[in-house]
């Protein structure tokens, strides 16, 4: 494939949306759609009928590029559908990438219908299978694979916090501390006490989001993880003791916890070995749960041990592990000097940031400056778009504004986050982002990452 | 004519296309999918259809022309066929690609060859009616939705075969 001569075939709806309209009633209208299939008279059908179902469509007739633009456009899509039979990539192998580096849910479809194809579909993880011809009726309800990940996700985050209660509360109360009102010792200790019994689950979610805004894992804090983890041996690196060697102010040991669970899973996807990684219970794999052993391996060579003994320097290893995906994915097509700008694997690009925890975001829009020529989308929308907690955001998360300017979104998107963020979060002040990333545009955006757990996290206890 | 018996020969001709399998329900998909905004929705489409699938024969034709005939290469083209098919509503296209899928796996060159005879008969037969139906590329001749438009009036469709 050519990626030169061949134009790219991209089309991105321009759903109306109009400033103003309730939250409620325009879910799941909006929803951003990317379709990938190489027949282009389904293709077509398809986009139509997700535009008739007011979705927002990108179509793509080739998963590599599809892949590339997912990576580029990072929290820019709701969910992919995805065709199973293409000349370029097998629609599974789109799927365990998409799955893997982007955590959004996919849907297969195929005229196949034999049953060992609709297995292959449910373990490499889609969250749902569609024979062809699809009919609207299929479509109508796609919406609900990305509600039902949302959700899972934020029961993750529960079941991660609950891990290291005593961490978590100490840190959660002695933080609360400070913005209570009251100075009084014995106060404090009756509203511990409250904490303890009021409702676990809602309160974790309360604390969560108040406690817990999005990481974004930079190139330079990923090599800093990658260093401390190859310090430690990747049996022995613990979240707590991975955290203490990056010395990252502000970083917490759930953010760590988190990122080595994904770490480890796209380390075993290297070496196509499948095993429990140690220290982790069950609960801990993500959603995702699909069979590692498809990745192409990498001539035998265990980068990982060869990391941990320290003949390959941290950075080489994100590189090797980038270039190795890059081997796997592109079948020699894209030169391998491409890694840098072109990530692959998305721990080693500045431009993608691998984000985790809750569903807010900095909306760090660096990622627009490099969007590739032509393509119509407005990315600091949709950034900004993607910020939903709950499902009822998904109507007016669609801002897919043409227009360019930011000034327009910013009323729009503070009354939409929840309410128990902005409580403490002074929305319009500019948040420096700690991993160095610069803000260039839609600083001011920043309400998500707030300055006032900015001091929480300078903290003594910490 | 007027547009009401220009209406009624297209639903005549669309009840008769169903009828005797060229179309199924897929096809009313595509008609209940185009609106003001798309108005040549259908015809769009099907000229999609009738591209990607010259296409294929094309391939099909070169592939099985081969020494070393690869099955693989043909079923998947015959694969995409169907599919595309499929997604239009061309029945008895979709059909002869299952049957043509089945001998594929047989890996039997001769039986290819006839099947992929059949799927260009059936192909040719299905681009004629719903040219016939939609549009029509000679000049001075009109197909009966072109007929309707010039007239004026709205294109009807079947309800019965949603």
């Known amino acids: 494939m050519d990626l030169g001569m061949k134009p790219l075939t991209f089309t991105s709806s321009n759903a109306s949306w109009k400033p103003g309209d309730g939250v409620s009633d325009q879910f799941p209208a909006g929803l951003r759609v990317l379709v990938v299939d190489d027949d282009p008279t389904c293709l077509r059908i398809l986009e139509k009928m997700l535009k008739n179902c007011l979705y927002e469509v990108t179509t793509c007739n080739r998963a590599e590029i599809a892949l590339n633009f997912l990576r580029d456009h990072r929290n820019g899509y709701d969910i992919v559908i995805s065709d199973v039979h293409m000349p370029d990539m097998d629609g599974f192998k789109l799927l365990e990438h998409v799955g893997l580096e982007m955590d959004l849910p996919v849907i297969m479809m195929s005229a196949d219908d034999s049953k060992s194809v609709v297995m292959k579909g449910v373990t490499h993880g889609a969250c749902d299978y569609l024979i062809k011809p699809v009919r609207m009726e299929a ?78 894992w930079s190139v330079e804090l990923h090599q800093q993880f990658v260093t401390a983890v190859n310090q430690l041996g990747i049996d022995k690196a613990v979240p707590k003791k991975i955290l203490e060697l990056m010395n990252v102010p502000g970083l917490t040991r759930e953010n760590v916890a988190s990122h080595l669970q994904k770490y480890r899973l796209y380390l075993r996807r290297l070496s196509g070995v499948s095993h429990h990684p140690n220290g982790f219970s069950n609960s801990f794999i993500g959603p995702h749960d699909s069979p590692f052993g498809s990745m192409s391996s990498l001539n035998g060579v265990d980068l990982q041990a060869l990391a941990a003994s320290g003949q390959l320097p941290p950075q080489s290893l994100a590189t090797f592990q980038a270039a190795a995906l890059n081997r796997a994915t592109t079948k020699n097509s894209l030169p391998l000097p491409l890694v840098d700008q072109r990530n692959v694997f998305s721990f080693d690009n500045p431009k993608l940031r691998f984000v985790e925890g809750q569903q807010q975001q900095n909306s760090n829009s660096k990622q627009v400056n490099n969007l590739l020529h032509g393509i119509p989308t407005n990315m600091d929308s949709r950034q900004l778009a993607s910020l939903h907690q709950s499902a009822q955001s998904f109507g007016n998360m669609n801002m897919h504004v043409r227009s360019q300017s930011n000034s327009l979104l910013m009323p729009m998107v503070q009354p939409q986050s929840r309410t128990q963020n902005l409580n403490e979060v ?37 | 004519m007027e547009v009401d018996q220009l209406q009624r020969n297209f639903l005549e001709y669309t009840n008769l ?146």
């Open chain 1, 139 to 216: 479509l109508k309800n796609i919406w609900q694979h990305v509600v039902r990940k949302k959700k899972h996700e934020w029961k993750e985050k529960d079941f991660e916090q609950s891990g290291s209660v005593d961490d978590d509360r100490h840190q959660k109360l002695a933080d609360d501390v400070d913005y209570s009102s009251s100075a009084n010792e014995g106060d404090w200790k009756n509203s511990k006490k409250r904490k303890d019994e009021e409702d676990e689950a809602d309160e974790r979610d309360d604390t969560s989001t108040l406690k817990k805004p999005r990481v974004v």
């Open chain 1, 426 to 462: 002074n929305v319009s002040q500019p948040v420096l982002d700690r991993n160095g990333v610069d803000n260039v545009r839609g600083s001011t955006l920043y309400f998500c990452f707030p300055s006032v757990a900015c001091c929480r996290f300078l903290k003594p206890e910490q």
């Open chain 2, 17 to 162: 296309l169903f009828r005797e399998g060229f179309l199924d329900g897929q096809f009313s998909q595509l008609q209940l999918l185009q609106d003001e905004s798309n108005p040549d929705f259908v015809f769009e489409v099907v000229s999609l259809f009738f591209e990607d699938s010259e296409r294929l024969l094309n391939d099909l034709t070169i592939a099985l022309d081969q020494q070393n005939v690869d099955f693989k290469k043909i079923d998947a083209h015959v694969h995409q066929l169907k599919g595309s098919s499929s997604s239009i509503g061309a029945q008895r296209v979709k059909n002869t690609c299952i049957a043509f899928r089945d001998v594929c796996l047989e890996q039997n060159a001769e039986g290819c060859l006839r099947c992929l005879q059949q799927v260009k008969q059936e192909y040719l037969l299905v681009k004629t009616k719903l040219e016939a139906l939609l549009r029509v590329r000679v000049p001075h001749l009109f197909s009966l939705e072109q007929q309707i438009v010039a007239a004026g009036g709205a294109i009807p469709m079947l309800n019965d075969f949603c």
